[in-house]
């Protein structure tokens, strides 16, 4: 089988003015993203993922090279049944209703006419859109229009998904809730492509990633790979006894190893505001309840 | 290794687009021509051309372009409109300037043109008269060379109708009516009569009207014989061709002429008595409607009813005065 | 063209068109044309017969084509642009979509709304026509003794060829939106190419009169490369047939021409939008 993405030295160049000034935003990239794996593209604005994301997207002709999904070369129309796409900061046609603009991209997409109406509610189920659907696409806040954004992305059933920053701008709440579809997604399985520059929101969520400067690709592999310091090893204790410290430590070098530092663990900032919110509603609802 | 091959230039390709694109467009129309050219001549031959010159200091160069480009039409209608303003106003040298802009933009319809030849000829030299005391306080001399100095602009006025309008028998028609009715001149009015009569779609009012112009200016003959060599031609159901009025005409110059009997026209069934005996008509001459031959043209209706002739001598103040009414509410 | 391309032109095209009924720009100028044919009525103040038939008939004959042809202009410019600015266009050629489709479909949304607009007017126009004609047929008889003056079935064909002369306007405008980076641009480039449409024919007339070889050239290119505009200004002819008319082969010609060129401007539209890059 082939992979979901093989670019094959990619070089763009962009005119800036009339004069004609050159600005190369990707430069000898190759890259293959195997099927059923979500890819993280990372790197800071302006490194060159978004060019490359619309390269696959057929949006822009390669300058030098080529590029390919699933074996079909991407400035081809045919590429693209296969290929759902969230873009950065979406916006939609507002006047619409959530449900009339899945159904609009689905029929962009060809699907068949007595499907539209399933795969538009299923799809809204899987965002956890169906009970807004039925609001314009005007009333909607930042995340529920990147949620929409995805239902419209993968209302075709594609085998690629290609989502453009779909947590900036999200609250903490809102980028769980995107990463748990992310998550479903593999599951049925898809392949996802994910341009961030958010690093700790796809940390968890990528199994490779690559990280792009300046537009050229400047490390890439496995997540575990990559941040894992392999000569070291993390061990949590449950009530630590400040006075076992020296034992331990005299162990360890009995070994041949070194205790580099004792410090309570931490969990991330996100993930403390995740619990806290979550709690709160808890006990929100459970008042209602009782009330 | 797939192969990579730098793709074009930028400049190249956009280049290559306009190129193809102006060249395609070129081929069209040259494809196009034939079909075009017909039509377009078609098109244009209705359209008189424009003679910028003539307009060009008194519009201002936005006005032109909207001349060019289509908007004829209505700037001729809006130029016209303040030239009634100007009229109301009873501003000669204004309202003047202003008809002579407004057939130069749009010399098509026929409305602007009579209208002018109209308000020059008629209230014109009303205004001036009003200005020196009204026309009872003026001498007759002075009245009739009054009349006949505004008289003369609207025929030439309307005289440039003729170049646009070669057929139109309006334009003749409106000289012989002026001629009649402010130069008092049924010699010069028959003389434009002829030429109405002998267009197309010219109103039957119009023969009948000129045998009378023959007759008042003393060729009584020259109206017996166009008037006996017309009446055959009348078609008997036509209420406008009024063949009974014609007859009467016939007769009463057979009478004039004192033909012998052997001469004249034979009796015709329609008639009841044999024609010996004028009958007495005063003026004689509200003829009947102002249906053409053939048909009616897009007509004015400034008010001078063109069958109603000849009019009294001062009746264009009524008329006018009636005119300012319309306009002042 | 297959099934699945109808339908993603029509779905396209419906949604321009709902988007442009939308547009508060669009609703003004709408408006203001609607209360330009009405206030025609203003001419009734003058004595000026049956002529007061062709005061109307100028009057919104003129209405249509001035706001007509902006319509034309910025409706397409707008529709087009707001697509490329709000990133639509981006989800939408990021779909199994062919370019040609997206113009095609976004094309015949504008016609849509453009042929809303011209009948809405020429509708307008003849009601207007049809009661002022009444009420002057009881005044001046004499006028209207052969019947009415004004051919009401002429004045929706003539309705259908200044349709499609803003359909050439849209298809222009279109073309020169898919190569130009601001509506602001096109707007401009637009109204000028309009002019040139417009007025080719005073150069073109002329350009026997021209002695310099190489201009005279120029003219005749350029006469070559733009249509006609003068050509759909028929409407006295086809409104007031009594002096003048226009053959039907001609009527059916200028019909022709302007399917033509709509085609034309919207195949170079599609050839300049494939090489885009969005």
Known sequence: MSDAIEINGLTKDFRIGMRGYKLRAVEDLWLKIADNEIFGLLGPNGCGKSTTMKVILGLLEPTVGSCQIYGVPSTSVRSRRDVGFLPEAPYFYRYLSGRELVRFYAKMCGVPKDEIGDRTEDVLKLVAMDEAAHRRVGTYSKGMLQRIGIAQAVVHDPRLVILDEPTAGVDPIGSAAIADMIRSLKERKKTVLLCSHLLAQVEGICDRVGIMNRGKLVLEGSVDELLEKKDMRSLVVEHFPASAEAEVRAVLEKHGAKLASVEAPRISLDRLFLQQTRDSDQLHESEKEEA | MPLIKAKDNWWWRRARVFGLSALSLFVLGLALSPVERPIWDEVKATQPELNLREVEGALGQGLVIGLIGGFRAIIADFLFIKTNTYWENKDRPNTEAMLNLVTAVDPRPMFFWLNGARMMAYDMPAWEAQEMGGYANLPPAVEKNLKARYAELGMNFIDKAGSFHPNDYRVPLEKAQISINRLEDPAQAAKYYKEVVAMPDSPYYADRIYAEMLKRSGHQQEAYDYLRALYPTLPRDNAMAATNVVLERIRELEDELDLPPIQRLPTQDTEVRPAFTAPSENNGFNLGGSQSKEKTNVGPSYGLPTQDFPQESDSEHDHHDHEHDEHSH | MSGGSLNRITTIARNTFLEALRQKFINVLVILAVALILSANFFRQFDFGSSELKFITDFGMGSILFFGSILSIVATAQLFFSEIENRTALTILAKPV?????????????????????????????????????????????????????????????????????????????????????????????????????????????????????????????????????????????????????????????????????IAFNALAVLAFRGREI
């Open chain 3, 98 to 262: 062919y370019r040609w489709e997206f113009i095609a479909g976004k094309y015949l949304g504008i016609f849509a709304l453009l042929t809303v607009f011209t009948m809405l007017m020429i509708g307008l126009l003849a009601g207007m026509l049809s009661w002022r004609e009444g009420a002057l047929m009881e005044r001046y008889p004499d006028d209207f003794a052969e019947g009415r003056l004004v051919s009401y079935g002429g004045l929706f064909a003539y309705g259908v060829l200044e349709l499609l002369r803003f359909g050439i306007i849209a298809a222009i405008t279109m073309f020169i939106a898919s190569f130009s980076n601001t509506n602001l641009y096109t707007v401009i480039v637009s109204f000028f190419v309009f002019v040139i449409c417009q007025l080719q024919y005073v150069a073109r007339d002329g350009w026997n009169d021209i002695g310099n070889p190489l201009l005279r050239g120029m003219v005749w290119v350029m006469a070559l490369l733009f249509p006609n505009f003068q050509m759909f200004n028929v409407a006295e002819l086809m409104i007031f047939p009594g002096e003048q008319t226009l053959a039907a082969a001609s009527a059916w010609g200028i019909f022709g021409y302007g399917i033509v060129y709509i």
